[in-house]
T-cell receptor, first 116, second 117 residues
Framework: AQTVTQSQPEMSVQEAETVTLSCTYD???????LFWYKQPPSRQMILVIR??????QNATENRFSVNFQKAAKSFSLKISDSQLGDAAMYFC?????????????FGKGTRLHILP | NAGVTQTPKFQVLKTGQSMTLQCAQD?????MSWYRQDPGMGLRLIHY???????DQGEVPNGYNVSRSTTEDFPLRLLSAAPSQTSVYFC????????????????FGNGTRLTVT
């Protein structure tokens, strides 16, 4: 079974600085999808960024980018120019490719604090 | 579009009571799922469905039942509530074409906070 591990329960970063959140996963599959979700205090779940395992190029969405290391099974999220609105819980998620077990598994999350 | 609608938003149950958490989506999504969120545990998958008439167990299915009679609805039933089921429950759905849209994200409801006393 696939597992997702986020080893940092909490992190803090100064406003305008850069922070990297870690995510590792365990799978025997070669094709899959990875996601980062953000959950602000409102409890709403918001997609931040996604990555297909077959794509070597790291995904980027404005200030958010990932460092996808397939061999190391690592999928870290980098937030540049941190803003107060980035304060939230961040979850890493794994989804198998079509035709396989269709569970979407989440890590335990990292709570990010932004220091003004 | 309303997206994913969960009801109720809050619920208090006594141990042993049963109830159904409702989830409906209007996006014609084939994939629907239920998660529970507990402090320090992240989101854990309870049950999921890849289409009407098809359901499967997730990571923590015990004490919960689901059915999927229509594409739109995916209710979660607590048969005999226990204090260990106190949690925030999220329903989520994903785009209809699993073959070409597997990178499509989950769309989440706003959650139901359930307390079992």
């Amino acid at each position: 079974a696939q597992t997702v591990t986020q080893s940092q329960p909490e992190m803090s970063v100064q406003e305008a600085e850069t922070v990297t959140l870690s995510c590792t996963y365990d799978t025997s599959e070669s094709d899959y999808y990875l996601f980062w979700y953000k959950q602000p205090p409102s409890r709403q779940m918001i997609l931040v960024i996604r990555q297909e395992a077959y794509k070597q190029q790291n995904a980027t969405e404005n200030r958010f980018s990932v460092n996808f290391q397939k061999a190391a099974k690592s999928f870290s999220l980098k937030i540049s120019d941190s803003q107060l609105g980035d304060a939230a819980m961040y979850f890493c998620a794994y989804r198998s490719a079509p035709g396989r077990d269709d569970k979407i598994i989440f890590g335990k999350g990292t709570r990010l604090h932004i220091l003004p | 579009n309303a997206g994913v609608t969960q009801t109720p938003k809050f619920q208090v149950l006594k141990t042993g009571q049963s109830m159904t958490l409702q989830c409906a989506q209007d996006m014609n999504h084939e994939y629907m799922s239920w998660y529970r969120q507990d402090p320090g545990m992240g989101l854990r998958l309870i049950h999921y469905s890849v289409g009407a008439g098809i359901t499967d167990q997730g990571e923590v299915p015990n004490g919960y039942n689901v059915s999927r009679s229509t594409t739109e609805d995916f209710p979660l039933r607590l048969l005999s509530a226990a204090p260990s089921q106190t949690s925030v429950y999220f329903c989520a759905s994903s785009s209809p074409d699993g073959g070409s849209s597997y990178n499509s994200p989950l769309h989440f409801g706003n959650g139901t906070r359930l307390t079992v006393t």
